[in-house]
């Protein structure tokens, strides 16, 4: 008897775990469903709200270069090329200031002054973007049209990158500004997967002979290289989606030029210029159309992101 008791005992507490275990995966399933459910909602009202764009435009609008509301001419070459131009700059620029500003913090910097530093940098994360485009506006905007742009006008004016007047507000100063606000997030991520690596694999290779800097740069950043990466592309996502700090600071010329120096516009800030002055059917629904571009920029590049990362773990994990 008492033995039929324990079983039935234990069988009422397994049915009591796999009730548990089904809730859980419910619950979880409906919190990842609820993503899918509000990407599809995006898509959906963006696709609605640019139908009457994308039915006078056709696949022209993303080739154009028109701009001209009265004439009802649309065209988001100007802005997409805005966008991305600022977006590699500000990369270029961040990129190997975070990642080695992470090094220092995870690997050779003291525990006191890492945790100062790594502080420091997540309160800037949380400044407005707004607050950087002020700053920019009143101190990065002169010292570039007095200082920087003279500067390389002057040793690199033979190419055209750098040619054509010193506005100060411009291509390269929407980078610079947008480097600026990736920067702590690189720092941030980075920092959190180098301090992942195993302690074991930084003393094994110190017991090997290998110097601090060695130990470094051949083993803890390539352990730690998913982690840079993925820090890397969420920089560039925030670069891709800034719009006030660049509004401030770029220009906001629909045009296309091939010197840095010259003022330019991105999909973000001529969304949050024009969208309230936007009358009719076919200017509003142009805006909504550049959202939906954008959308889609952002889906592509996180995309290849994902793609090259799988890549670098297939590569890193076959052995010879």
Known sequence: MATQTAVLERTAVRKTAQ??????????????????????????ELWVGS?????????????????????EKFGAAPFMYGTVVTSVLALLISVPLGVGAAVFLS?????????????????LAAIPSVIYGMLALFTLVPLMRNYGEPFLKKSFGFLPLF????FGVGFLTAGMILAVMSFPFIISVSREALLAVP???????LALGATRWETTSQVVVPYARLGILGSIFLGLARALGETMAVTMVIGNDPSIHASLFAPGYTIAAVIANEFTEATGSVYP??????????FC???VINALARILILATTSKGSKRP
Do not use: C, M, Y
């Open 19 to 44: 009730t548990g275990d089904t809730v859980a995966r419910l619950v979880a399933l409906t919190f990842a469903s609820v993503v899918l459910l509000i990407v599809a909602v995006l898509v959906f």
């Open 51 to 71: 139908a009457a764009a994308r039915h006078k435009l056709g696949w022209s609008f993303l080739f154009s270069s028109d701009w001209d509301p009265v004439t």
């Open 107 to 123: 690997e050779l910097a003291p525990a006191s002054i890492s945790n100062a530093l790594t502080f420091l940098i997540e309160l």
């Open 163 to 166: 040619r054509g007047p010193a």
């Open 199 to 205: 302690r074991d694999q930084r003393e094994a290779s």
């Open 285 to 294: 629904a142009a805006l909504v159309e550049l959202g939906l571009v954008l």
């Open 297 to 299: 920029i952002t889906i």
